[in-house]
């Protein structure tokens, strides 16, 4: 045994294995839970943007959610996973949510096993096997891996992506250079802000270059077979958003600016968008970190650690990190915080990046002072420490239906309530708006219109303009579902008429039983006229 791995000989790939097989049983148990709980905890609404849209493509109806209204708000990856699934079994049924859950639970499992593999590099595979648990069981990065959409599969494309680039990436080939490219554009086609990951990469090659002081050539050589595989990749899906929504990439980065970027913001300006994004996102960013709730436990340990570390010079050698570590993480959130919010669902993939590069950095820090018994002790506190931290904060959330997104908890309310009442009251032949469509569109089998233009681009014009009732009428529109905060939030920004409430009847109400909304409810509104 090493002095610098306190480690038997492979007891870390024992431990690892062990790990992985005991986090992936705990996520298929998630994933086979009864719906009423899954969708209440951590399972998102929009998974059903992708099951309805696929089971529309499925019928030949093409990529459209309600049959009628066009979509490219979809990103290709999951929604070709979505339709094989949906193919083989009936409308509405509940395998493919499962299946596509249990989906997630492998691709978790398998990108914390990443992570591992990455950080042992360092050769410390002390802080690689607690890389792989404080990922792997933390109930806040479980949720959104697990909460049904492309994240899961994002994420073990990343992360895999660049397991493969690391011991490449100072003599990238031809043949690696292709193959790094087509990683990465599954990457983009995944979800495509992965596409930020090339431009990385490519900073990361110019950064050797410029270092080396090579021709220009040669940097050629290296990128080029890159871009052309991953640009070939994606081609086929750009001309297919092309023809189906005369964009090459999702229009639902339009809409979802009206609701959750700066747009929606109001008069707030720039700065102020982002002093408020930075005071209400940064605590939630540390959930996934193990960082929260007990801050200043989390924060003495690691001073504490960290002074005795570097009490002495260390003789360890610290190279320049790959630049994707660096380089990624700031583009994504940056993107993200410029135009929509950088909430934990959107950041995943940064967070992912910035925890593996945050114990790559520890554990060489740590391999030389590993044989030193406070070291040790030290090391192992902070790891109690953040594991501490993700259990009280994974019980929180799950007790309060947070885990992808805070509104979980609603989800039980419209799957269980509204879903049956829609079935026995509304009839088959009349259309039913909302917001957040996807349950009602999955479960009802009535034609039901996203409002949101998340999933429906015929609506994001007149949410541009403020005229959503003329959507209403022209659609002949008859019923309108949502909880009253979304509805009195929508029509009063963008529904072009004074006093929204006089032009409807509400003709159902549902309470929200429990949770961080309990008592919100949940309104079927009747449009007075449609004509």
């Known amino acids: 045994m090493s002095s610098s791995n306190p480690f038997p000989a492979r007891l870390d790939k024992v431990l690892a294995g062990a790990l992985s097989a005991a986090g992936l049983i705990l996520c298929l148990l998630l994933a086979w839970l009864p719906l009423e709980v899954s969708l209440s905890h951590f399972g998102f609404e929009d998974v059903f943007y992708y099951l309805g849209v696929a089971r529309s493509l499925s019928q030949g109806l093409g990529a459209t959610l309600d049959g009628v209204h066009p979509t490219n708000g979809f990103h290709p990856l999951w929604m070709l996973i979505s339709f094989g699934l949906v193919s083989i079994f009936e409308g509405g049924s509940k395998m493919p949510v499962h299946l596509l859950f249990t989906l997630c639970a492998f691709f978790h499992v398998a990108t914390a096993l990443f992570i591992y593999g990455i950080v042992v590099r360092t050769g410390n595979r002390w802080v690689a096997v607690a890389a792989l648990f404080l990922w792997l069981f933390n109930y806040n990065v479980i949720a959104l891996a697990m909460c049904g959409l492309e994240t899961a599969l994002f994420g073990l494309l990343l992360i895999g992506t660049i397991a493969f680039y690391l011991p490449r990436r100072e003599h990238l080939s031809v043949r690696s250079g292709i193959e790094l490219g087509a990683l990465l554009g599954l990457t983009a086609l995944a979800r495509f802000d992965g596409a930020l990951l090339g431009f990385a990469v490519a900073a990361d090659q110019l950064f050797f270059w410029m270092r080396r002081k090579e021709e220009a050539m040669r940097l050629s050589a290296r990128v080029i077979p890159v871009s052309l595989a991953a640009v070939l990749l994606i081609m086929p899906w750009l001309a297919f958003s092309w023809r189906v929504s005369g964009a090459a990439l999702p229009n639902s980065h339009r809409a979802l600016k009206l609701w959750i970027g700066r747009e929606a913001a109001g008069d707030s300006g720039i700065l102020g968008h982002w002093l408020d994004m930075i005071v209400r996102y940064l605590p939630e960013a540390g959930h996934v970190y193990g960082l929260m709730p007990?801050?200043?436990?989390?924060?003495?340990?690691?001073?504490?650690?960290?002074?005795?570390?570097?009490?002495?010079?260390?003789?360890?050698?610290?190279?320049?990190?790959?630049?994707?570590?660096?380089?990624?993480?700031?583009?994504?959130?940056?993107?993200?915080?410029?135009?929509?919010?950088?909430?934990?669902?959107?950041?995943?993939?940064?967070?992912?990046?910035?925890?593996?590069?945050?114990?790559?950095?520890?554990?060489?820090?740590?391999?030389?002072?590993?044989?030193?018994?406070?070291?040790?002790?030290?090391?192992?506190?902070?790891?109690?420490?953040?594991?501490?931290?993700?259990?009280?904060?994974?019980?929180?959330?799950?007790?309060?239906?947070?885990?992808?997104?805070?509104?979980?908890?609603?989800?039980?309310?419209?799957?269980?309530?509204?879903?049956?009442?829609?079935?026995?009251?509304?009839?088959?032949?009349?259309?039913?708006?909302?917001?957040?469509?996807?349950?009602?569109?999955?479960?009802?089998?009535?034609?039901?219109?996203?409002?949101?233009?998340?999933?429906?681009?015929?609506?994001?014009?007149?949410?541009?303009?403020?005229?959503?009732?003329?959507?209403?009428?022209?659609?002949?529109?008859?019923?309108?579902?949502?909880?009253?905060?979304?509805?009195?939030?929508?029509?009063?920004?963008?529904?072009?008429?004074?006093?929204?409430?006089?032009?409807?009847?509400?003709?159902?109400?549902?309470?929200?039983?429990?949770?961080?909304?309990?008592?919100?409810?949940?309104?079927?509104?009747?449009?007075?006229?449609?004509?």
Not at 312 to 322: D, F, N, Y
């Open 294 to 531: 007990l801050w200043p436990l989390a924060l003495v340990m690691l001073l504490a650690l960290s002074a005795a570390v570097f009490r002495k010079p260390l003789r360890t050698r610290i190279e320049m990190p790959a630049l994707v570590f660096v380089l990624y993480p700031i583009a994504h959130a940056s993107y993200y915080a410029a135009n929509f919010a950088p909430l934990n669902r959107y950041l995943y993939p940064a967070h992912l990046v910035i925890f593996t590069g945050l114990f790559i950095a520890a554990a060489t820090l740590l391999k030389e002072r590993m044989h030193e018994r406070s070291i040790r002790l030290l090391s192992l506190a902070a790891f109690l420490v953040l594991f501490l931290n993700a259990a009280v904060s994974g019980v929180a959330s799950w007790r309060e239906g947070r885990g992808s997104a805070g509104t979980h908890s609603l989800h039980s309310t419209m799957y269980a309530q509204a879903v049956p009442w829609i079935q026995k009251q509304i009839p088959p032949d009349e259309k039913i708006g909302s917001f957040n469509c996807g349950i009602y569109s999955y479960f009802s089998d009535r034609m039901v219109v996203n409002l949101d233009g998340v999933i429906n681009d015929s609506v994001i014009p007149f949410l541009e303009a403020g005229d959503l009732f003329s959507y209403l009428r022209q659609e002949r529109i008859r019923y309108v579902i949502d909880w009253e905060g979304m509805l009195e939030f929508a029509f009063t920004r963008y529904g072009g008429a004074e006093d929204y409430r006089s032009r409807f009847s509400i003709i159902k109400t549902f309470e929200q039983p429990w949770g961080p909304h309990k008592g919100q409810r949940l309104l079927v509104l009747e449009l007075k006229e449609t004509s």
